[in-house]
């Protein structure tokens, strides 16, 4: 039996950066990935394909809306064409995740699905056995299916399928409002399709702060239809058609009728076919594998990182994990993993940008803490880009310290990457002012916002009495 110091379950975003990291530092790793090449949800079925597709979607959006730049235009979508240059985008990504590649650095790869024997064993494919001194389980999720009457028998897509469409739906209901839903809704309205997002509590996106997710909501619903508060309880189709039975909060139900249904209900943990009993590594109720802040499972020896260990679900957390398991598995180190700083995105139109606390979070946190708040139409770029859609707010302490920064705006996931800096090497928002901004780029946005920290400063408390003063005897 082959022996390994390292071996790494699943070639996602979190299992690559282990494999690759482990091994340049001369670790004897092994990679097992199921799937034909690696890459993961993020490359073939994630972050990639929507993104591309919300591109070309923004695009033709433009193009149909053109008469108030003083042009008309008509046209018809291909989403066959529309989904080979999404195709092409991840070709282009696969060359840099290609299992060769990762030959080429050293790394056994194992293409195959693998499970516990016990906890240094692996078998693949329930056919070849490895052995691992140590073992990371970066296995991922897949979409989670409700068990909803008649929902298999009428068919529906997922992110898994959805990306090789050949023909744009003229109707599709998503049921969902997360991030997966709402970014690929806005994407399918953009094109041509009539949307309606079903979703089950009583607004979108739960985790963002209320002001910014209520701003974002009014945008998205001038091109997308929202049903809150209300489950599917019954999917049947009829003469091609599918009718989706709702049931509201107040027990009425309704019927509505579509060509194809999304579903986009969360996600479950790929741990179930792992045998993790064989190596009595513990899970969770949800499946999800819990971890200590080492990102050890309950055997110091087992791993658990990325999305399967049901923390933060994004590709740059299973990254920043995988950094760490490379200084704790290989070199020995007991690092721990911080959250703090941990951004994420939302790529609708507007986009949502999130970084620490909520301002809900502090409220119930009973912190104190002051606000600072600016709308995108006071911010000149985005007036002269008739974009003024959104703003940006920023929470800090009392003392200028950075607990939360959020905004919805467009191009907001990367106007505000100076806040994660800021924030993460304990920068004030006041230093945030002083960086000098090309005039007029919309991260100026950021700066009007950091200015009102020293307006504040300036015009409230007793300092503005002392500057008083001050003057009068300069004079
Ligand atoms: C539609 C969509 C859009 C998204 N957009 C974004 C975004 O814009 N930004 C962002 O940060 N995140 C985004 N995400 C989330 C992102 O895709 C995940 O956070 C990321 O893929 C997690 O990486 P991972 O390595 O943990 O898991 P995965 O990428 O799921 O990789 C797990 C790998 O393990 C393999 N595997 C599973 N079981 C076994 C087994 N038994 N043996 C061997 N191999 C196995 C799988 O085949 C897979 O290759 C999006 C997700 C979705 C669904
Ligand atoms: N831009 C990004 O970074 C990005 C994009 C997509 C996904 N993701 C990540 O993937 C994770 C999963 O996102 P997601 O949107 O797939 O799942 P999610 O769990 O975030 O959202 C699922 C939504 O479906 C609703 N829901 C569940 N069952 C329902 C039902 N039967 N009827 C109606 N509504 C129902 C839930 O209330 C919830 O709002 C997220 O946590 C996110 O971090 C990230």
Not at 109 to 129: C, M, Q, T, W
Not at 369 to 392: I, M, P, Q
Request: net charge neutral; with cysteine; aromatic share 8%.
């Amino acid at each position: 039996m082959e022996k390994y110091d390292l071996i790494v379950l699943g070639g996602g975003a979190a299992g690559l950066t282990v494999a690759s990291g482990a091994s340049s530092l001369g670790a004897k790793v092994a990679l097992v990935e199921k799937n034909e090449q690696p890459g993961g949800d993020c490359l073939h079925v994630g972050c990639i394909p929507s993104k591309a597709l919300i591109e070309i979607a923004n695009t033709i959006y433009s193009s149909k809306n053109t008469e108030q730049y003083g042009m008309t235009s008509s046209g018809e979508v291909n989403m066959k064409q529309i989904n080979s240059r999404v195709h092409e985008s991840i070709a282009h990504i696969q060359k840099h995740d290609d299992a060769d590649r990762f030959r080429d650095l050293g790394i056994d790869v194992y293409i195959g699905s693998g499970a516990f024997l016990s906890k240094n064993e692996i078998i693949i494919d329930g056919k070849e056995r490895i052995f691992g001194k140590r073992i990371v389980i970066a296995t991922g999720t897949r979409p989670l299916i409700p068990p909803i009457e008649g929902l298999k028998e009428s068919g529906f897509l997922t992110n898994e399928m959805v990306f090789d469409l050949e023909e744009l739906p003229n109707r599709i209901v998503f049921i969902g409002g997360g991030p997966t839903g709402v970014e690929l809704a806005q994407a399918f309205s953009r094109l041509g399709s009539k949307v309606t997002i079903i979703e089950r509590s009583s607004s979108i996106f739960k985790q963002e702060d209320k002001e910014i997710r209520e701003n974002v909501q009014i945008e998205l619903e001038k091109e997308v239809s929202f049903v809150f508060n209300a489950s599917v309880t019954n999917v049947h189709s009829s003469h091609g058609e599918k009718i989706v039975t709702i049931q509201k909060k107040d027990k009425s139900t309704e019927e509505l009728t579509t060509d194809e249904i999304f579903l986009a209900t969360g996600r479950t943990p790929n741990s179930d076919k792992l045998d993790l009993d064989n190596a009595g590594v513990k899970q969770t109720d949800s499946g999800h594998i819990s971890v200590n802040n080492k990102l050890q499972t309950n055997i110091p020896s087992i791993y658990a990182i990325g999305d399967v260990n049901g923390t933060l679900p994004f590709t740059h957390i299973a990254g920043m994990e995988g950094k760490l398991i490379v200084q704790n598995a290989v070199l020995g180190l007991r690092r721990k993993v911080d959250y703090t700083n941990a951004p994420w995105v939302i790529y609708t139109n507007p986009e949502v940008f999130h970084l620490g606390n909520t301002e809900e979070e502090l409220q119930e946190k009973k912190l104190k803490y002051d606000v600072f708040k600016v709308s995108l139409a006071n911010v000149d770029r985005f007036v002269a880009d008739h974009k003024t859609e959104g703003l940006v707010k920023i929470l800090t302490n009392k003392r200028g310290y950075i607990l939360g920064a959020h905004a919805t705006g467009k191009g907001a996931g990367d106007f505000m990457q100076e806040v994660i800096f800021a924030k993460q090497y304990k920068k004030k928002i006041g230093d945030l002012s002083q960086v000098i901004h090309p005039y007029p780029n919309h991260a100026a946005a950021v700066q009007s916002t950091a200015d009102l920290y020293w307006r504040k400063k300036l015009f409230e408390g007793s300092l503005p009495k002392v500057i008083k003063k001050y003057i009068k005897w300069f004079r």
